[in-house]
């Protein structure tokens, strides 16, 4: 990291790679953040033209200064007619609700204000989302408000009403009575209790009648494999609370399974360093794919999903091999309660293990060291380890994992089987192509999804839906009778005869179940917008030909399971937001179902013995693909993933999710051919340059963008794009991954890949409000996220990124702050500010690049709670997004093999000594008693002067009106706290003011008016208000949250009041000390840029691996 | 060459420039003038509401409290209108068929909400918040006015920042103990002297008051009362 360094190796971290290269156009961006896109002309304007836009500016001045001077419009107020208990006008109110993702439930807690819903967030009480949400809660908001959902039932694309679809679908029912046969439906993922049963009683009512499940996202291989393995039907949870061992098969636990939200909480929970800390869990991530879970890892290993078979295969086999050894391998009871003796025998025999077989396909020498390494590691903790495989990977990996986790007593303990919460349907698509193929059905009822567009390519379901629409019988007739029952208008309506508008869950009753089986009653916040019905209406309509009501179907269902008690208990569900239900299985992680873990343990680790090494070779998977990838040339693995902003597509219509930077790749409105910098090489593509991806289903053209970390050989597609129905900012968006997705192989399958030649623009923002090195003395090398690592002797970096090991962390705590050769500077620009800020409330956050995941919950989450505009591509590929906290990822390594990836959020950092306000010509930017930095729209006259001068570039321009003033429904789903900012004006994070204003006036009501009680009070009483005060104000303080902070599944964030206590006389506990202010306190507390004395409210914990010391050595 | 300039151009050249000057200031200061005027902030203007409702009738005539129709004004930053269910409490049964009250019976039966106009309109990045300054012992009639005079209503005050700024950097100057917040006619009498003196504040006047009134209530005077923030968000 010298002066002279050219070779790339010398940057240890990274951000992408024009950087590691030093592109001119990165350096350029670097040193001057307002970069011209390349569309605009900097000669453009030549002196003729400024002259006379001068000129007419000045003459339109002389009019503007008369229309400055209008009037106010009037407003008028509207109060109710008869005003609901428990309002108070003004003031939010808090609902409990749910929704899903892929079928399972997430707790909701939405805020309404004036009976419309402003925010999502998660339910404290809800075991999915213990409080915190992902980006798809975030944003489910701006979902219900899309102003493109569809509004009518339509019938052959004109509009039509309720009554008129009962009126067609009657006597269709009708004769269905009689003879059953030819109704099918179709549905995605359920979990809905409620549902469920309706759809077992229509198969009861009509006895042929028939239920389909597509869900281009789904679990099948998962319950497969434990079928293969343990001959029964269930699905597993896994409690990452107890594991200290986890070895990630490609699974994307973090972002892809059910439950995500909560294994983040929990993953992180046992790995939280504080003062004192020795041990935490350690992760090994074997993944095809760069994802944040193998950023989180401590190893990670990138390898071709079809090596993961193998992989899983070896790794049994070492264990059984030690197992054989191990003394109490025959009895997992026993062996868990005998772990104490374990370690030390795994360690005698350890070394001595040897392969069984070879490992064969790329798995190499390295690989079997690292195998040998995990093993010993996973015995050493048994019961206490956990091995996850990802739900796209083959039946028999997860057979094969089921049986290791089976060997290593996780089963019952980290890994807990149940029932599947989804409901298993009678069939899958190609089962209903084949029922329509046959003229079996005639009346198709598709409730959700988007099948015509997620349906794998080679079952053509599109053509063959549209055909079956309009096959007529030789009367004229219609044959069939197709309906579809969607948010939008989408692909697959567009398909059938009927169209019905669905209700959005924040307008339906309803019910869901997480991924633990827990029940959530969903509850409208807001009548339907668009006289949309929910799914469970419609399946009404289908049982009785009349639309009935929502909550009384729900409750209907509800009443008779819950039997006695019902009304308490479904008065408590649904404020609660978690229903409990009678006799269900407990949903607590911890336990789980007898008889199938650990009880019928006792008897399996023979079955594991005998049956694992005669598991057969994956489907068609293993074989076919390894011989693929081992040719050379063109040969690739293709791997289909849920995207991790839009998810199968859904969400395509979705902007603030559209704009949203791409976890590591920080792509955003497009998807893109992930490959690595080896395979670019070799197919001689760069960034952005179109690669044509031909499978048995068919071809796509795709632009190619390189991950570092992505294994050479394959290709990463995500799902969602390419959609041409989704509405207006969905349309025509990226690429349509299903266009080449196989039935037979929907995850990982081969293809042929070429390039094309042509090219296409991808939008990144890795190169964007790059925090580069201007401002420092001397000659540096332009370097923008170079950091340190404690042995660096480097002083001519940033040391943003600080990263240590557990054993360094251990021997010297204090490692990332030793890297601030200049200790904290005490010197101040506003010299009395200090005894202010001592006596006052003093904000400031803590944020831990330890524990940040990088899953972008807290952008969307302030992009929620502070009316943040999205801006478009094109805007976007200016560097004008507009979020006020984005997550900067850096890598360490090389592209080809990176060998950490870090994530570090950046949000204002609040100094106290702001280089922004300095340059402010108006005084629009100035600070506060609180130490907060204030960013006044009202004065700000648009120099940028102080985004220029921002080390940390987190502000952020409105360059045009961001803003759409006219669509109505988008203003319902604006924060009426936070202004809403227009052309011109410079906006930043506010530390979420308008929530501690909240916050401080409940506080400062509760102060005065305990205080005038105490003052007339007995002195012994008065005492007692005064505690009350000081007790009541502390509670206050404490739930205080950011958005950010509150959305952050890892609790990541911290932020509070920096000075001890509200009232240091009447603390309850003298030596109370908030949150932020203990972090503040840690040993891995350190500031960005602290060298310029900018003192920053926000400061940052370093971030620690566990690298196991035996990978290390080998 | 003849002369182009008589000598008397010297004076219309000098008159000129006293002329653009004068007349720029003039300009400017009508300018100013028409900002602060009523026509720009409506100050005094009596707005056209559904019903010309007379806070000087209920008020003054009946002594109605202001918190029986606006309820939230405590609690909430929005000091909240009564929603018709309110109005019909009493008239419901007093003067049932007068004209003027039509649309309130019409709201009533048909369930839809009258509209007012709003008469005190702050811009919208301006977040004044009731609760707190009722709360710490604002009165009402500090901003509105003498409602209990105003047979129609209307904004007593500029409602422009330098107005909120005068008291937001001396509130000593409006405070006036709590519980005397929704009392029209305020006046420092001898009880309230006695009660609010205490061993650091003699209270003789409203200055006096005020600042004793400052340290019970704990009015910040650190600057946090006329930081940005506090207001603009």
């Given at each position: 990291?010298?002066?002279?360094?050219?070779?790339?190796?010398?940057?240890?971290?990274?951000?992408?790679?024009?950087?590691?290269?030093?592109?001119?156009?990165?350096?350029?961006?670097?040193?001057?953040?307002?970069?011209?896109?390349?569309?605009?002309?900097?000669?453009?304007?030549?002196?003729?033209?400024f002259?006379?836009?001068?000129?007419?500016?000045?003459?339109?001045?002389?009019?503007?200064?008369?229309?400055?001077?209008?009037?106010?419009?009037?407003e008028?107020?509207?109060?109710?007619?008869?005003?609901?208990?428990?309002?108070?006008?003004?003031?939010?109110?808090?609902?409990?609700?749910?929704?899903?993702?892929?079928?399972?439930?997430?707790?909701?807690?939405?805020?309404?204000?004036?009976?419309?819903?402003?925010?999502?967030?998660?339910?404290?009480?809800?075991?999915?989302?213990?409080?915190?949400?992902?980006?798809?809660?975030?944003?489910?908001?701006?979902?219900?408000?899309?102003?493109?959902?569809?509004?009518?039932?339509?019938?052959?694309?004109?509009?039509?009403?309720?009554?008129?679809?009962?009126?067609?679908?009657?006597?269709?029912?009708?004769?269905?009575?009689?003879?059953?046969?030819?109704?099918?439906?179709?549905?995605?993922?359920?979990?809905?209790?409620?549902?469920?049963?309706?759809?077992?009683?229509?198969?009861?009512?009509?006895?042929?009648?028939?239920?389909?499940?597509?869900?281009?996202?789904?679990?099948?291989?998962?319950?497969?494999?434990?079928?293969?393995?343990?001959?029964?039907?269930?699905?597993?949870?896994?409690?990452?609370?107890?594991?200290?061992?986890?070895?990630?098969?490609?699974?994307?636990?973090?972002?892809?399974?059910?439950?995500?939200?909560?294994?983040?909480?929990?993953?992180?929970?046992?790995?939280?360093?504080?003062?004192?800390?020795?041990?935490?869990?350690?992760?090994?991530v074997?993944?095809s794919?760069?994802?944040?879970?193998?950023?989180?890892?401590?190893?990670?290993?990138?390898?071709?999903?079809?090596?993961?078979?193998?992989?899983?295969?070896?790794?049994?086999?070492?264990?059984?091999?030690?197992?054989?050894?191990?003394?109490?391998?025959?009895?997992?009871?026993?062996?868990?309660?005998?772990?104490?003796?374990?370690?030390?025998?795994?360690?005698?025999?350890?070394?001595?293990?040897?392969?069984?077989?070879?490992?064969?396909?790329?798995?190499?020498?390295?690989?079997?060291?690292?195998?040998?390494?995990?093993?010993?590691?996973?015995?050493?903790?048994?019961?206490?380890?956990?091995?996850?495989?990802?739900?796209?990977?083959?039946?028999?990996?997860?057979?094969?994992?089921?049986?290791?986790?089976?060997?290593?007593?996780?089963?019952?303990a980290?890994?807990?089987?149940?029932?599947?919460?989804?409901?298993?349907?009678?069939?899958?698509?190609?089962?209903?192509?084949?029922?329509?193929?046959?003229?079996?059905?005639?009346?198709?009822v598709?409730?959700?999804?988007?099948?015509?567009?997620?349906?794998?390519?080679?079952?053509?379901?599109?053509?063959?839906?549209?055909?079956?629409?309009?096959?007529?019988?030789?009367?004229?007739?219609?044959?069939?009778?197709?309906?579809?029952?969607?948010?939008?208008?989408?692909?697959?309506?567009f398909?059938?005869q009927?169209?019905?508008?669905?209700?959005?869950?924040?307008?339906?009753?309803?019910?869901?179940?997480?991924?633990?089986?827990?029940v959530?009653?969903?509850?409208?916040?807001?009548?339907?917008?668009?006289?949309?019905r929910?799914?469970?209406?419609?399946?009404?309509?289908?049982?009785?030909?009349?639309?009935?009501?929502?909550?009384?179907?729900?409750?209907?269902?509800?009443?008779?399971?819950?039997?006695?008690?019902?009304?308490?208990?479904?008065t408590?569900?649904?404020?609660?937001?978690?229903?409990?239900?009678?006799?269900?299985?407990?949903?607590?992680?911890?336990?789980?179902?007898?008889?199938?873990?650990?009880?019928?343990?006792?008897?399996?680790?023979?079955?594991?013995?005998?049956?694992?090494?005669?598991?057969?070779?994956?489907?068609?998977?293993?074989g076919?693909?390894?011989?693929?990838?081992?040719?050379?040339?063109?040969?690739?693995?293709?791997?289909?993933?849920?995207?991790?902003?839009?998810?199968?597509?859904?969400?395509?219509?979705?902007?603030?999710?559209?704009?949203?930077?791409?976890?590591?790749?920080?792509?955003?409105w497009?998807?893109?051919?992930?490959?690595s910098?080896?395979?670019?090489?070799?197919?001689?593509?760069?960034?952005?340059?179109?690669?044509?991806?031909?499978?048995s289903?068919?071809?796509?053209?795709?632009?190619?963008?390189?991950?570092?970390?992505?294994?050479?050989?394959?290709?990463?597609?995500?799902?969602?794009?390419?959609?041409?129905?989704?509405?207006?900012?969905?349309?025509?968006?990226?690429?349509?991954?299903?266009t080449?997705?196989?039935?037979?192989?929907?995850?990982?399958?081969?293809?042929?890949?070429?390039?094309?030649?042509?090219?296409?623009?991808?939008?990144?923002?890795?190169?964007h409000?790059?925090?580069?090195?201007?401002?420092?003395?001397?000659?540096?090398?332009?370097?923008?996220?170079?950091?340190?690592?404690?042995?660096?002797?480097?002083?001519?970096?940033?040391?943003?990124?600080?990263?240590?090991?557990?054993?360094?962390?251990?021997?010297?705590?204090?490692?990332?702050?030793?890297?601030?050769?200049?200790?904290?500077?005490?010197?101040?620009?506003?010299?009395?500010?200090e005894?202010?800020?001592?006596?006052?409330?003093?904000?400031?956050?803590?944020?831990?690049?330890?524990?940040c995941?990088?899953?972008?919950?807290?952008?969307?989450?302030?992009?929620?709670?502070?009316?943040?505009?999205?801006?478009?591509?094109?805007?976007?590929?200016?560097?004008?997004?507009?979020?006020?906290?984005?997550?900067?990822?850096?890598?360490?390594?090389?592209?080809?093999?990176?060998?950490?990836?870090?994530?570090?959020?950046?949000?204002?950092?609040?100094?106290?000594?702001?280089?922004?306000?300095?340059?402010c010509?108006?005084?629009?930017?100035?600070?506060?008693?609180?130490?907060?930095?204030?960013?006044?729209?009202n004065?700000?006259?648009?120099?940028?002067?102080?985004?220029?001068?921002?080390?940390?570039?987190?502000?952020?321009?409105?360059?045009?009106s961001?803003?759409?003033?006219?669509?109505?429904?988008?203003?319902?789903?604006?924060?009426?706290?936070?202004?809403?900012r227009?052309?011109?004006?410079?906006?930043?994070?506010?530390?979420?003011?308008?929530?501690?204003?909240?916050?401080r006036?409940?506080?400062?009501?509760?102060?005065?008016?305990?205080?005038?009680?105490?003052?007339?009070?007995?002195?012994?009483?008065?005492?007692e208000?005064?505690?009350?005060?000081?007790?009541?104000?502390?509670?206050?303080?404490?739930?205080?949250?950011?958005a950010?902070?509150q959305?952050?599944?890892?609790?990541?964030?911290?932020?509070?009041?920096?000075?001890?206590?509200?009232?240091?006389?009447?603390?309850?506990?003298?030596?109370h000390?908030?949150?932020?202010?203990?972090?503040?306190?840690?040993?891995?507390?350190?500031?960005?840029?602290?060298?310029?004395?900018?003192?920053?409210?926000?400061?940052?914990?370093?971030?620690?691996?566990?690298?196991?010391?035996?990978?290390?050595?080998? | 060459?003849?002369?182009?300039?008589?000598?008397?151009?010297?004076?219309?050249?000098?008159?000129?420039?006293?002329?653009?000057?004068?007349?720029v200031?003039v300009?400017?200061?009508?300018?100013?003038?028409?900002?602060?005027?009523?026509?720009?902030?409506?100050?005094?203007?009596?707005?056209?509401?559904?019903?010309?409702f007379?806070h000087?009738?209920?008020?003054?005539?009946?002594?109605?409290?202001?918190?029986?129709?606006?309820t939230?004004?405590?609690?909430?930053?929005?000091?909240?209108?009564?929603?018709?269910?309110?109005?019909?409490?009493?008239?419901?049964?007093?003067?049932?068929?007068?004209?003027?009250?039509?649309?309130?019976?019409?709201?009533?039966?048909?369930?839809?909400?009258?509209?007012?106009?709003?008469?005190?309109?702050?811009?919208d990045?301006?977040?004044?918040?009731?609760?707190?300054?009722?709360?710490?012992?604002?009165?009402?009639?500090?901003?509105?006015?003498?409602?209990?005079?105003?047979?129609?209503?209307?904004?007593?005050?500029?409602?422009?920042?330098?107005?909120?700024l005068?008291?937001?950097?001396?509130?000593?100057?409006?405070?006036?103990?709590?519980?005397?917040?929704?009392?029209?006619?305020?006046?420092?009498d001898?009880?309230?002297?006695?009660?609010?003196?205490?061993?650091?504040?003699?209270?003789?006047d409203?200055?006096?008051?005020?600042?004793?009134?400052?340290?019970?209530?704990?009015?910040?005077?650190?600057?946090?009362?006329?930081?940005?923030?506090?207001?603009?968000?």
């Amino acid at each position: 990291m010298t002066n002279d360094s050219s070779t790339t190796s010398a940057k240890r971290y990274w951000r992408s790679l024009e950087e590691l290269s030093d592109a001119a156009d990165v350096q350029r961006r670097a040193m001057d953040e307002f970069v011209p896109s390349q569309l605009d002309d900097p000669d453009a304007v030549s002196r003729r033209g400024f002259m006379k836009v001068i000129g007419a500016s000045a003459a339109l001045a002389g009019f503007g200064a008369a229309s400055g001077c209008k009037r106010k419009a009037d407003e008028t107020i509207v109060p109710y007619v008869s005003q609901p208990q428990g309002v108070v006008p003004g003031k939010p109110l808090y609902f409990a609700t749910a929704m899903t993702l892929g079928g399972y439930a997430q707790g909701i807690v939405a805020q309404s204000r004036e009976g419309r819903p402003v925010k999502l967030e998660g339910n404290p009480d809800h075991p999915a989302s213990l409080g915190a949400s992902d980006v798809f809660m975030q944003a489910a908001l701006l979902g219900l408000y899309d102003p493109d959902r569809s509004q009518a039932v339509t019938y052959g694309g004109n509009i039509s009403g309720w009554d008129s679809f009962i009126g067609a679908i009657r006597p269709r029912l009708e004769t269905k009575q009689k003879n059953g046969s030819g109704l099918a439906i179709l549905t995605e993922t359920i979990t809905s209790p409620t549902l469920i049963d309706q759809i077992a009683r229509m198969k009861k009512q009509y006895p042929g009648a028939r239920w389909f499940g597509h869900d281009p996202i789904d679990r099948e291989n998962v319950r497969a494999g434990l079928r293969q393995a343990t001959h029964k039907e269930i699905l597993p949870r896994y409690d990452f609370s107890k594991a200290r061992v986890i070895v990630s098969l490609d699974s994307n636990f973090l972002q892809d399974e059910p439950g995500h939200v909560r294994y983040g909480r929990d993953f992180i929970d046992g790995r939280r360093i504080r003062a004192g800390t020795t041990e935490m869990n350690r992760l090994y991530v074997i993944e095809s794919t760069h994802t944040i879970t193998g950023s989180m890892a401590d190893h990670r290993w990138a390898v071709r999903p079809s090596e993961i078979a193998e992989i899983a295969r070896s790794l049994a086999d070492i264990l059984r091999a030690s197992g054989a050894l191990s003394p109490s391998s025959g009895t997992p009871g026993e062996g868990r309660g005998g772990g104490s003796t374990q370690p030390a025998s795994i360690a005698q025999t350890a070394p001595t293990l040897t392969l069984p077989r070879s490992t064969g396909g790329g798995a190499n020498a390295q690989a079997r060291d690292w195998l040998r390494a995990i093993a010993k590691d996973l015995l050493a903790l048994r019961g206490k380890s956990l091995v996850v495989a990802g739900a796209h990977q083959p039946p028999e990996v997860h057979a094969i994992v089921h049986s290791i986790n089976e060997a290593l007593g996780n089963i019952g303990a980290t890994v807990i089987y149940g029932a599947p919460i989804e409901s298993q349907p009678d069939g899958l698509l190609p089962d209903l192509v084949a029922e329509m193929d046959r003229g079996a059905v005639d009346l198709l009822v598709i409730l959700g999804g988007n099948p015509a567009y997620t349906a794998p390519a080679d079952l053509n379901f599109a053509q063959r839906l549209e055909n079956f629409s309009i096959q007529g019988n030789a009367d004229g007739s219609w044959r069939n009778l197709t309906v579809h029952s969607s948010l939008y208008e989408d692909e697959t309506s567009f398909r059938c005869q009927w169209h019905l508008p669905q209700a959005h869950f924040l307008e339906e009753w309803s019910d869901v179940a997480a991924y633990d089986g827990t029940v959530s009653i969903v509850q409208p916040l807001i009548e339907p917008l668009y006289g949309g019905r929910s799914a469970i209406e419609v399946m009404h309509v289908l049982l009785e030909t009349w639309l009935g009501r929502g909550y009384d179907i729900v409750r209907g269902f509800w009443r008779e399971k819950i039997g006695e008690n019902f009304e308490a208990a479904w008065t408590r569900g649904v404020a609660r937001g978690v229903l409990d239900v009678p006799g269900a299985s407990p949903t607590s992680p911890s336990s789980h179902t007898p008889g199938e873990s650990r009880g019928g343990g006792s008897t399996q680790p023979a079955l594991t013995a005998q049956t694992a090494p005669t598991l057969a070779l994956p489907r068609g998977t293993g074989g076919g693909n390894k011989a693929g990838a081992s040719e050379s040339g063109s040969e690739f693995e293709l791997i289909f993933r849920p995207d991790p902003n839009i998810w199968d597509g859904c969400f395509a219509n979705n902007g603030w999710l559209q704009e949203l930077a791409k976890p590591l790749t920080k792509l955003t409105w497009d998807n893109a051919a992930l490959l690595s910098a080896t395979s670019a090489a070799q197919l001689d593509v760069h960034n952005g340059e179109m690669l044509r991806i031909t499978t048995s289903a068919g071809t796509l053209d795709v632009p190619a963008l390189i991950l570092p970390g992505q294994p050479d050989q394959t290709i990463t597609l995500h799902l969602g794009y390419g959609r041409v129905r989704a509405g207006n900012v969905g349309n025509n968006v990226g690429f349509n991954a299903y266009t080449i997705r196989e039935n037979a192989r929907p995850w990982i399958t081969t293809a042929k890949v070429a390039r094309t030649g042509e090219k296409y623009p991808l939008v990144t923002t890795h190169a964007h409000q790059t925090i580069a090195q201007r401002g420092l003395p001397g000659p540096v090398p332009l370097e923008a996220g170079v950091v340190a690592h404690p042995n660096d002797e480097n002083l001519d970096n940033r040391r943003l990124v600080r990263v240590g090991t557990l054993s360094q962390f251990v021997e010297d705590p204090m490692f990332a702050k030793k890297l601030d050769e200049s200790q904290r500077h005490s010197l101040t620009l506003y010299p009395g500010y200090e005894n202010v800020y001592k006596q006052n409330l003093a904000w400031g956050m803590s944020i831990d690049t330890h524990s940040c995941i990088g899953c972008n919950a807290c952008v969307i989450a302030c992009q929620a709670e502070n009316n943040i505009p999205v801006v478009g591509k094109d805007q976007v590929s200016r560097g004008r997004e507009m979020h006020w906290i984005r997550i900067d990822t850096y890598f360490e390594g090389t592209p080809e093999a990176p060998s950490g990836t870090f994530h570090q959020p950046i949000p204002c950092m609040q100094c106290e000594n702001a280089p922004c306000e300095l340059v402010c010509p108006v005084g629009a930017t100035v600070h506060d008693t609180e130490g907060i930095n204030d960013m006044v729209y009202n004065r700000c006259v648009g120099t940028r002067y102080c985004s220029n001068n921002c080390p940390y570039k987190v502000r952020r321009f409105n360059f045009l009106s961001y803003n759409d003033y006219n669509t109505e429904t988008l203003k319902l789903a604006r924060n009426p706290e936070v202004t809403v900012r227009s052309r011109g004006v410079m906006e930043k994070c506010t530390y979420c003011i308008q929530r501690i204003t909240a916050t401080r006036i409940e506080m400062e009501k509760l102060q005065v008016e305990l205080e005038e009680q105490a003052r007339h009070a007995e002195p012994a009483e008065a005492e007692e208000f005064r505690r009350k005060s000081a007790k009541l104000r502390q509670q206050l303080l404490d739930k205080l949250q950011t958005a950010c902070q509150q959305s952050c599944p890892t609790e990541a964030i911290v932020f509070g009041n920096l000075n001890s206590a509200v009232d240091p006389i009447h603390e309850i506990e003298p030596d109370h000390m908030s949150k932020v202010k203990s972090l503040k306190a840690h040993p891995l507390d350190y500031g960005l840029l602290e060298e310029l004395t900018t003192r920053p409210r926000t400061t940052y914990l370093a971030r620690i691996t566990n690298p196991n010391p035996e990978v290390h050595a080998s | 060459m003849a002369q182009v300039f008589r000598p008397r151009a010297n004076t219309i050249a000098r008159a000129s420039i006293a002329g653009v000057v004068i007349g720029v200031s003039v300009l400017g200061l009508v300018a100013a003038g028409v900002d602060r005027s009523p026509y720009v902030t409506n100050q005094g203007v009596v707005r056209d509401q559904p019903v010309p409702f007379s806070h000087e009738h209920h008020v003054n005539g009946l002594g109605i409290d202001c918190r029986y129709c606006h309820t939230s004004v405590g609690d909430s930053g929005f000091a909240g209108l009564p929603p018709t269910k309110t109005c019909m409490t009493c008239h419901s049964r007093i003067w049932t068929d007068a004209p003027l009250l039509a649309p309130v019976r019409d709201s009533w039966r048909e369930g839809v909400p009258l509209q007012w106009t709003r008469v005190h309109n702050l811009p919208d990045f301006v977040y004044f918040q009731h609760d707190i300054h009722v709360n710490k012992g604002i009165g009402c009639v500090t901003c509105h006015g003498p409602v209990d005079q105003m047979s129609l209503m209307f904004q007593q005050n500029t409602l422009q920042m330098k107005w909120c700024l005068d008291c937001h950097y001396s509130p000593e100057k409006h405070l006036r103990p709590r519980e005397q917040v929704f009392n029209m006619h305020f006046a420092i009498d001898d009880q309230i002297k006695r009660e609010y003196s205490d061993a650091n504040h003699v209270v003789t006047d409203q200055e006096s008051l005020g600042k004793a009134l400052i340290d019970r209530y704990h009015i910040p005077t650190d600057g946090r009362l006329t930081s940005c923030y506090t207001c603009h968000r």
